[in-house]
């Protein structure tokens, strides 16, 4: 029973192998994709990074973690999953903040 913010952590960690902090939110996201036909509702968080593991193990199927400008973002879309990689940069360059609060759990 975790949290969307919980999951970020962890999935932070598994697949990069940094420690992650949420502080806020960027935005929520609703991506259908003809390909699968499947749909998929994308939570973005921003924060600060405290530390690597260089040493840790990803998840399966994850080679590396790769550190990109905005612009490598960019040139890079055909390459990316769903076009919700660089709408979700692209709006955390527009400075959107949203406070984590806006996101309730409920036990």
Same mark, same amino acid.
């Given at each position: 029973n975790e949290t969307l913010a919980a999951? *970020?952590? @962890?999935? #932070? !960690? $598994?697949?990069s192998a940094y420690e992650f902090t949420p502080e806020f939110l960027i935005g929520v996201y609703r991506w259908h994709s003809n390909t699968s +036909? *499947? /749909?998929y509702l994308r939570f973005a968080f921003g924060g600060r990074i !405290?530390? =690597?593991?260089?040493q840790r193990a990803l998840d399966?199927?994850?080679v @590396? #973690?790769?550190?990109m400008t905005p612009d490598?973002? @960019?040139?890079t879309q055909s390459r990316h999953r769903s076009p919700l990689i660089l709408r979700c940069v692209e709006d955390y360059l527009a400075g959107k @903040? %949203?406070? !984590? +609060? !806006?996101? /309730? =759990? %409920? $036990?």
């Open positions: 999951g *970020a952590v @962890r999935e #932070a !960690l $598994e697949e +036909d *499947a /749909t !405290l530390q =690597h593991h260089p399966k199927g994850i @590396r #973690a790769v550190w490598e973002i @960019r040139t @903040r %949203y406070p !984590l +609060d !806006l996101i /309730t =759990h %409920y $036990e």
